[in-house]
């Protein structure tokens, strides 16, 4: 699985004339798990970014434990691409975390097929709320606990139980930071899609 190469200087931005099946994934996650990170880190184009500077109004509004070093935050979305065949590419869409977007990035999860959940182990519990609304909406999805410098690191059985996941839910360990980890992410999710509706089997 990985990105069409590349065959003249546009190949980067414009579609193959092939594609014939294109599919849409939420990335999503609290506040700070990065999403943002992970979209860039998997995207054959510049990814559309909507970062702004974190002020100190946001501040009383955002539980920043634990970002001590964030600056900036995603105010609408991101949004990524990435070719797995000639015949079918896939559209990312990194969601916003902060609580008070929450209606924004469920009017995403329109014509999607499934989601990328990110956890991370120093706030396991701020996953709930996110898991909640794509249960709730009936949409698939697979966790992958970013990693995190310095984040305790547990057994996956230990992470789904204290998620209280599926046991067919798939989850995985990811740095979304490295391309090859977040493609191993990327990957579980769409088998699991695979598995459940057999859209891209053939695509």
């Known amino acids: 699985m990985g990105s069409a190469p590349a065959s003249d200087a546009t190949s980067d931005v414009y579609l ?3 594609v014939k099946t294109a599919v849409k994934l939420l990335v999503v996650g609290h506040f ?8 860039g880190s998997l995207s054959e184009i510049r990814p559309l970014r909507t970062e702004e500077v974190m002020t100190r109004a946001g501040a009383v509004v955002d539980d920043l434990a634990g970002t001590r070093d964030k600056t900036t935050t995603t105010v609408a979305l991101d949004f990524g691409r990435l070719t797995l065949s000639d015949r079918l590419v896939l559209y990312m869409f990194g969601t916003p975390g902060q609580q008070r977007f929450a209606e924004l990035w469920q009017d995403m999860t329109r014509g999607a097929l499934g989601a990328l959940v990110l956890a991370d182990t120093r706030r396991i519990d701020q ?24 984040a305790p690191v547990f057994e996956l059985d230990e992470v789904r ?43």
């Open 32 to 39: 700070a798990v990065g999403k943002t990170t992970f979209v």
């Open 16 to 18: 193959l004339p092939t």
């Open 127 to 150: 996953s709930f709320e996110v898991m909640g609304v794509l249960e709730d909406l009936g949409l698939p999805y697979a966790v992958a606990v970013n990693h995190f410098d310095g």
């Open 161 to 203: 139980e204290a998620l209280d996941l599926l046991p067919e839910t798939p989850l995985v360990r990811c740095d979304a930071r490295e391309q090859e980890s977040s493609t191993r992410a990327l990957i579980a999710l769409v088998e699991y899609l695979i598995g459940r509706t057999g859209k891209l089997e053939h695509a």
